[in-house]
């Protein structure tokens, strides 16, 4: 079974700087996706970024970036030039890829504040 | 383009009553996941259905039970309720093998 471990439970940023957030993961698996979601107070989940795991290259999403170590199964995300609406609980997500359900397996996330 | 819908988006019942909850998918998304997020938690995955067949299922009791319909959209069931079926229950879209599409989660009470 896959487990993911996010060991920040909450940060907390002045507006337009830089924070990076953690996240470990278990796997025997070979093939499969990284995702970080972001859930703000209306609760809606929204995908910030997706890593795929036989890439090498870290995704990129305008000021988001990853950090990804699949040999330490490392995945932490950097938010650049942080804004008032990043303000949010941050997920880290593994999901398998190939047959069976493609069941998103979620971290225990981390509550991030920016302050103005 | 619509994305994924889910009603009601609050409810209250009580202990031993029966829930039902509703959930569109995305237009063009033949998959359907169903998680229960308690507060201050990450979500759990209860169950998956793809073309109308449950293709996966997650650590919950049998009174967790789905159905997904021609159109794709879905229902979730949760029947005998109890106080720690109290959480936000999140529908997620997809094509196969892509990235989820959350709605915006039904908020159920259990007193």
């Known amino acids: 079974a896959q487990t993911v471990t996010q060991s920040q439970p909450e940060m907390s940023v002045q507006e337009a700087e830089t924070v990076t957030l953690s996240c470990t993961y278990d796997t025997s698996e070979s093939n499969y996706y990284l995702f970080w979601y972001k859930q703000p107070p209306s609760r809606q989940m929204i995908l910030v970024i997706r890593?795929?795991?036989?890439?090498?290259q870290n995704a990129t999403e305008n000021r988001f970036s990853v950090n990804f170590q699949k040999a330490a199964k490392s995945f932490s995300l950097k938010i650049s030039d942080s804004q008032l609406g990043d303000t949010a609980m941050y997920f880290c997500a593994f999901m398998k890829r190939g047959g069976g359900a493609q069941k998103l397996v979620f971290g225990q996330g981390t509550r991030l504040t920016i302050n103005p | 383009e619509t994305g994924v819908t889910q009603s009601p988006t609050h409810l209250i019942k009580t202990r031993g009553q029966q829930v039902t909850l509703r959930c569109s998918s995305q237009?063009?998304?033949?998959?359907v996941s169903w998680y229960q997020q308690a507060l201050g938690q990450g979500p759990q995955f209860i169950f998956q259905y793809y073309r109308e067949e449950e293709n996966g299922r997650g650590n919950f009791p049998p009174r967790f039970s789905g159905l997904q319909f021609p159109n794709y959209s879905s229902e979730l069931n949760v029947n005998a309720l109890e106080l720690d079926d109290s959480a936000l229950y999140l529908c997620?879209?997809?094509?196969?093998?892509?990235?989820?599409?959350f709605g915006p989660g039904t908020r159920l009470t259990v007193l």
């Open positions: 237009s063009g998304h033949n998959t």
């Open positions: 997620a879209s997809s094509p196969v093998n892509n990235e989820q599409f």
């Open positions: 890593q795929e795991a036989y890439k090498q």
